[in-house]
């Protein structure tokens, strides 16, 4: 099968709009901490908390500032057109998700998290390549379609994606 040479770097569903390949990791572990510039993305940064805990048994310290290794996520004051439009930046030492509403950072978390899945999980921690990545939803709504009468995933799989689309909405 062919596939583009950013798909192989990038392997997120459904390809952003734009990913910019970087060089370097960042190491995300228990010394990470979740910064939320915004008291609106209070609920967000609890999320992303417990995702990572399940994920991989990390517990990452929510704060209200700091420095250092750190995932930051922001609210941009910009207009946009789109309001769940986010912008994720991977850099060494630092991850920073932005948008101009709640809803997009939540979907940048989202896509934070599927890079965290695919990553190797060493003792409590997970290494992810540098990259910056700027993504908008096609349309102004999320859909999903499950056919288990052709591809059948079993109830395991379908009780962990269940509690996952209970959050994008």
Request: hydrophobic share 40%.
């Amino acid at each position: 099968m062919y596939l583009p040479s950013i798909a192989q770097q990038c392997p997120i569903i459904p390809m952003p709009n734009n990913v910019q390949m970087l060089k370097g990791s960042v190491v995300v572990s228990n010394s990470t901490s979740i910064i939320t510039l915004s008291p609106e993305l209070d609920s967000q940064a609890s999320y992303l908390q417990q995702e990572l805990l399940k994920e991989g048994s990390m517990t990452l310290a929510i704060k209200n500032a700091g420095t250092g290794n750190s995932i930051t996520l922001a609210l941009t004051r910009a207009k946009q057109k789109n309001q769940a439009a986010f912008q994720l930046e991977i850099r060494s030492g630092d991850i920073k998700i932005s948008a101009a509403s709640a809803e997009g950072v939540f979907y940048g978390i989202k896509l934070l998290l599927q890079l965290i899945r695919q990553a190797e999980l060493k003792t409590h921690s997970v290494v992810i390549s540098c990259m910056t990545i700027n993504d908008a939803p096609l349309y102004a709504w999320r859909g999903l379609l499950l056919d288990e009468s052709r591809h059948f995933f079993g109830k395991q799989w379908l009780r962990k994606s269940w509690t996952g689309w209970l959050f994008t909405n």
